[in-house]
Structures are given as structure tokens and as C-alpha cells.
């Protein structure tokens, strides 16, 4: 009988990294982080997935606003007002981060869509760029909406 756990003969595996199915199959487990060392891929693909919720919250926000014109100007000032209050800035400034970061891992994603970036450099280097400029780049927005007057405490 061969040692390897995929023959069947879960006893042999000495790694923790095989299950026995109900059918009775042996088969891996799926890669975690006890397998796998973490690794600035992930944190890029986990912030993919954070980010695509936060854009859901930032939808609610945009319907709001759009409600808000329809309803007329009294309630479109209060929203607005809302908006202008150092709260409706954080949040904007939140948002401007999960807009940076939807672009820059979506860029990642379409660059490895077709077959490039997927070096062991390539990759780190896109998963970096995605991981750590979205605030910066949300920082220098926001400087530049200040700077030029469009937004003021």
C-alpha cells in the first residue's frame, strides 16, 4: 500500500493537511493560514472584497443624495450640510479611499486578467501598489479640494 494520503489511508498523512470526506475520499483542506505564510497578495485580495462592501455602503450615501435633489431644496441643504460637517468629511474622505483602492486593485485584476503581472514580482509589486497608495493618493485629493477652495470646514 503506497504512503500517500490521496490512496485512501488517512493514518498515513502526517501533515494535517488531508480530510476524509463523508464519501469516505481523502482529500486536501483548503489552503489557510496555518498552510500558507501571509502574504501582501492576500491583504490586496482581502481588501478587494472589504472595499467592494464599503462601495455598497457608499451607494446607500449617492441614493441619499440623489433623494435628496428630488425631494427639493430644503432637504437637499440639510444633506448637504450634513455632508459639509467634519463627520460627512470623514466619511467622504473614507469613501475617496475605498474609490482609490476599487480602482487600483481593479486595475491589478484586469492586468492579471490577461496573463501579465503574474510573476512572483510583478504580482508583489501591483499587491503593494494596491495595498498602500489608496490613502496617500485620498490624501492628495482631499489637499487639493481644500486647496482650491471646493470643500471647507
Known sequence: MSSSPTTGDQT?????????????????LSPHLQTWRWHVTMTASILFRVTIGAA???ALFALGWLAAVASGPETYAKVAACAGS???LFIGFGLTVVLFSFILNGGRHLI??????????SANLLSN???????PLA????????????VSL
Open 139 to 150: 490624501v492628495l485629493f482631499w489637499v487639493v479640494l481644500f486647496a482650491t477652495g471646493r
Open 112 to 121: 492579471n486578467d490577461t496573463g501579465n503581472g503574474l510573476t512572483l514580482k
Open 12 to 28: 498515513t498523512d502526517r501533515t494535517g493537511r488531508f480530510v476524509r470526506q463523508p464519501n469516505g475520499r481523502v482529500r486536501p
Open 129 to 135: 501598489i494596491a495595498v498602500w497608495s489608496p490613502i
Open 86 to 88: 467634519p463627520f460627512g
Open 56 to 58: 455598497s455602503f457608499g
